[in-house]
């Protein structure tokens, strides 16, 4: 009996952890790893649109909060927890850094940049919201579940 149960234990410890975790939080981030944490269902984390307000205005990322680049270290020490994952987004990626920069140096600990910003997260179908994105109908797949699934797979090995 000891030698079956011995061949079961080296099987388990050979076998890889097929436990599925979430994905990582990282410092720099493309709209693939966004899009994986939400599908996740993960809940505790905060997308912030530095852009200016007219321009958040006519098109975002759904959920995204507004807090134009002037304001968003004011703002997000007045309505956020240090503690909190925050992804932003801006103009470019410039203005991106910018913004997680300034948020870094007033103590928040986990800030995303979130490379490519909006284009990238439409380019991967990721969810938006706005006066310009209203006016557009959804695509034939948008309300497709397996569709979405197998586009997020294919575009994920592209560097968007």
Do not use: C
């Amino acid at each position: 009996m000891s030698n079956i149960s011995d061949a079961i234990s080296q099987a388990k410890e050979a076998l890889p952890d097929i436990t599925p975790t979430p994905p990582k939080f990282k410092p720099q981030s493309s709209a693939h790893d966004l899009k994986s944490r939400l599908e996740w269902g993960e809940p505790g984390l905060t997308i912030l649109d530095v852009r200016e307000r007219g321009v958040f205005n006519q098109g975002r990322i759904m959920g995204a909060m507004s807090m134009p680049l002037n304001e968003v270290v004011e703002r997000a020490q007045s309505s956020l927890e240090p503690i909190r994952d925050i992804y932003v987004y801006g103009e470019n990626d410039e203005q991106t850094a910018q913004a997680a920069g300034m948020l870094r140096s007033a103590g928040f600990l986990n800030v995303a940049e979130l490379r490519g910003g909006l284009e990238a997260w439409k380019a991967i179908a990721g969810s938006t919201e706005g006066i310009n994105e209203d006016r557009q109908p959804p695509s034939p797949s948008a309300y497709n579940t397996a569709a979405q699934i197998k586009h997020h797979a294919d575009t994920q090995s592209r560097d968007v």
